[in-house]
T-cell receptor
Framework: DTAVSQTPKYLVTQMGNDKSIKCEQN?????MYWYKQDSKKFLKIMFS???????INETVPNRFSPKSPDKAHLNLHINSLELGDSAVYFC?????????????FGQGTRLTVV | AQSVTQLDSQVPVFEEAPVELRCNYS??????LFWYVQYPNQGLQLLLK??????LVKGINGFEAEFNKSQTSFHLRKPSVHISDTAEYFC????????????FGAGTRLFVKA
């Protein structure tokens, strides 16, 4: 049973399109995250939710909108995709938002914008 | 605000040789420190973490790290590497002020040669 699962694994789309990435965790965790990993492997946090409430919202274009329908799910919707959005997007979860907790990562979604 | 520097972007090493991956951090407050590993086409998984107590921390797969407060370092070591250790390794830091963010370093690619 996969602990943190993301769909799709690969996503190729044209500039200007709108796309969504879904994430689900079955660990019973309260906190979920979206990270972006660029081509140089640099990993940067985008958003975090704790019990469906947004607690971290980094400097991310407002074309990116997270949605957490319940604490086991955190989806990422991206409007008007741009070439620079090409990256691997990782969903993660942790028991709580405290800084001493370990994060469990999904396998990533490789987004390619052409 | 805290930051993390991984001093080597790539470390090539022969199988069964020892390895050290270097990590330095900066923070104005006390921190928690983590090492994560990312195998090809996978998400990150925790190798080990330092929260408090003994400065020598043992993790999975024979890895260990030593927290050095005076040098603000948290270097990762393994006495004898295997081909299967080839992966990207990320050092991460979060602070004790109750903030929710974990900051990741840029990663070190460990390449184990036969």
């Amino acid at each position: 049973d996969t602990a943190v699962s993301q769909t799709p694994k690969y996503l190729v789309t044209q500039m200007g399109n709108d796309k969504s990435i879904k994430c689900e965790q079955n660990l019973g965790h309260d906190t979920m995250y979206w990270y972006k990993q660029d081509s140089k492997k640099f990993l940067k946090i985008m958003f975090s939710y704790n019990n469906k409430e947004l607690i971290i919202n980094e400097t991310v274009p407002n074309r990116f909108s997270p949605k957490s329908p319940d604490k086991a799910h955190l989806n990422l919707h991206i409007n008007s995709l741009e070439l620079g959005d090409s990256a691997v997007y990782f969903c993660a979860s942790s028991q709580g938002p405290r800084s001493n907790t370990e994060a469990f990562f999904g396998q990533g979604t490789r987004l390619t914008v052409v | 605000a805290q930051s993390v520097t991984q001093l080597d972007s790539q470390v090539p090493v022969f199988e069964e040789a020892p390895v050290e991956l270097r990590c330095n951090y900066s923070s104005s407050v006390s921190v928690y420190l983590f090492w994560y590993v990312q195998y090809p086409n996978q998400g990150l998984q925790l190798l080990l973490k330092y929260l408090s107590g003994s400065t020598l921390v043992k993790g999975i797969n024979g890895f260990e790290a030593e927290f050095n407060k005076s040098q603000t370092s948290f270097h990762l070591r393994k006495p004898s590497v295997h081909i299967s250790d080839t992966a990207e390794y990320f050092c991460a830091v979060s602070d004790l002020t109750g903030g929710f963010k974990t900051i990741f370093g840029a990663g070190t690619r460990l390449f184990v040669k036969a």
